[in-house]
């Protein structure tokens, strides 16, 4: 949700809920596969009035094995949508994070052996984008006008050399 407001903030395309919330929602990708499909048709709950003929930009913060938005855009297409373009709130993730929850045996992620294009075939969007690492460096450094006032508290100051992007690199962590 956060990736859709900031999205709708800077480019002032209208802001639509497609889905129902869940009442119960569990991370689909750390289950198993074989729970996944219960779990994502409780997600799945399609508003059409607000999906029907309408070209859509749906957001998620990254993309793993691509079971879910795969999903989501099939359902919205079947729904009425006329296109389902895809944004992505981190650069393609290529592997887990070590400090993560371990993988599912058998499962990669899609970026690890396909590109762009051909995640976006797979996942059957219009089209696909994925926010450049770079960026999220950018994005994370703590503003000049901010840093005295972290250090005073003792924080940890938001640097890009205190940031590991390992999941995003095949040279690994760092």
Request: hydrophobic share 40%; with cysteine; charged share 25%.
């Amino acid at each position: 949700i956060g990736h859709a407001q900031g999205y709708h903030l800077k480019s002032r395309l209208p802001l639509i809920q497609a889905y129902l919330p869940p009442q119960y929602r569990r991370r689909t990708y750390n289950l198993p596969i074989w729970l996944r499909i219960p779990e994502k048709a409780r997600k799945l709950r399609v508003i059409k009035k607000n999906v029907v003929g309408r070209k859509l930009i749906i957001l998620d913060d990254s993309i793993r094995a691509g079971i879910t938005i795969k999903d989501e855009i099939y359902e919205l297409h079947r729904v009425g949508a006329v296109e389902v373009h895809v944004r992505i709130g981190s650069p393609p993730s290529i592997r887990y994070c070590p400090r993560a929850q371990s993988p599912t045996k058998g499962e990669d992620f899609l970026a690890s052996s396909m590109s762009v294009a051909e995640i976006c075939a797979f996942i059957n969007a219009d089209s696909l984008r994925y926010v450049p690492l770079d960026r999220v460096c950018e994005a994370i450094k703590a503003p000049p006008e901010d840093v005295s006032w972290l250090e005073q508290q003792k924080a940890v100051i938001p640097r890009e050399e205190n940031l590991c992007v390992g999941c995003f690199l095949k040279s690994g962590c760092f």
